[in-house]
């Protein structure tokens, strides 16, 4: 789901393309139906128009999808970076407690 910078511009362009035929496609349809009584056509522009907007839920949710990963990836990471810091405190903190009870023996011999 990951994509690269020329990926991105890619997809951009297809989806300006797909705009620019769509308004075309859409505006023939308006003029024709207009000066058409065909029931066909107007079934046909009907059709089109749910077609064309199952089309957009269908990117919106692409992209909500792809958002949602995106951040359970951050969080996934930022949990495993978390984790990371938080053995290395621990093991710090394992070493001192180490050093601390050699000194402290250290001191109990020498008393």
Known sequence: MTRNTT???L???RYIEFSNDIELATNLLIKW???SE???LNKFTDAFTRIWFFAQNMETEIE???FIVKE???KKNQAYLDTERAVKRAKKAEKKVA???TQLKLYNTNT
């Open 33 to 35: 139906k207009n000066n």
């Open 11 to 13: 997809y951009h362009l």
């Open 64 to 66: 909500d999808l792809r």
């Open 99 to 101: 050093e601390l009870e």
């Open 72 to 74: 359970y990836r951050a």
């Open 7 to 9: 990926d991105k511009k």
């Open 38 to 40: 065909n029931e066909e």
